[in-house]
């Protein structure tokens, strides 16, 4: 979803609200990640002072499986961010990583939803955090079975 923000560069005290879903069918090209239901994004954009910001909420479900012990799952994550929106950088010296920049007065709410999202989901996904995993030797689950093996 692209969004035109030059008005609410000009009008201060302005505020755009945001909401709408990504759908899993326009999700096929993120790698490593299976999305059992659209990407909820919601929020808004607003002009303080001048100073133009992006607070919002991005919410997912994951099917994913366990790197422990190989279940699979659904997983639902929920995460808030919180960008200064600018038209341009002033200088070498600022930093993409500290402001959203809105080349030609837009802004890619898909790219940056999912970028954000990427960034923040854990980089190893277990069932619980005090899965057994599998046993080395034969292989069970050790989450629900016992095995003989001397491990």
């Known amino acids: ?13 302005m505020r755009l609200p945001v909401a709408y879903q ?22 808004f954009f607003q002009n303080r002072a001048g100073i133009v910001t992006l607070e919002y909420t991005v919410a997912c479900a994951l099917h994913v499986v ?7 799952l659904t997983r639902e994550y929920t995460y ?3 960008h200064t929106v600018v038209q341009s950088l ?7 990583d500290t402001y959203l920049v809105a080349e030609h007065d837009c802004i890619d709410m898909n ?7 990427l960034l ?3 980089t190893k996904m277990l ?14 689950n050790l989450n629900t079975d016992t095995c003989d093996c001397n491990v």
């Open 127 to 140: 069932c619980r955090e005090d899965c057994q995993g599998l046993c080395d030797v034969c292989g069970c």
């Open 66 to 72: 366990c790197d422990r012990c190989l279940e699979e």
């Open 90 to 96: 002033q200088s070498e010296g600022d930093a993409y």
């Open 1 to 13: 979803m692209i969004l035109q923000l030059r008005e609410i560069f000009q009008i201060e005290g």
């Open 80 to 82: 808030d961010f919180s």
């Open 22 to 43: 990504i759908a899993p069918e326009e999700l096929t090209d993120v790698r490593g990640y299976t999305f059992d239901a659209p990407v909820t994004v919601s929020g």
């Open 111 to 117: 790219e940056t939803a999912i970028s954000d999202l």
């Open 120 to 122: 923040m989901l854990p």
